[in-house]
Nanobody, 121 residues
Framework: QVQLVESGGGLVQAGESLRLSCAAS????????MGWYRQAPGKQREWVAL???????NYGDSVKGRFTISVDNALKTGDLQMNGLNPEDTAVYYC???????????????WGQGTQVTVSS
């Protein structure tokens, strides 16, 4: 069964850094675009960062210059490096990816289970 598994969340102080990871498990033929989203309590899910299958990146205005998204297509993993964290970054972070399972399958959207990031002031 194909799924995305996230890791790396935790509790940090303002100004510190965290690195989130997202790994595709199961019989995956190809990793396409990958993105990160976050949802704070009482707020809608917010897009954070995107990396296309060609390696182009884009970031939400609130994280631009502080967060960096990367992928390893061979390993089918991705990371979100978060620097200069502040309390407004506190949220559950979700990984999203377009994966093509092995076999006669079409690309599909997959979501990770979410990982909590808490930034104290």
């Amino acid at each position: 069964q194909v799924q995305l598994v996230e890791s790396g969340g935790g509790l940090v102080q303002a100004g510190e850094s965290l690195r989130l990871s997202c790994a595709a498990s199961g019989s995956v033929f190809r990793l396409g675009a990958m993105g990160w989203y976050r949802q704070a309590p009482g707020k809608q899910r917010e897009w954070v960062a995107l990396i296309t299958s060609g390696g182009s990146t884009n970031y939400g205005d609130s994280v631009k210059g502080r967060f960096t998204i990367s992928v390893d297509n061979a390993l089918k993993t991705g990371d979100l490096q978060m620097n200069g964290l502040n309390p407004e970054d506190t949220a559950v972070y979700y990984c999203h990816a377009v994966l093509t399972p092995v076999g006669p399958e079409s690309p599909r959207n997959y979501w990770g289970q979410g990982t909590q990031v808490t930034v104290s002031s």
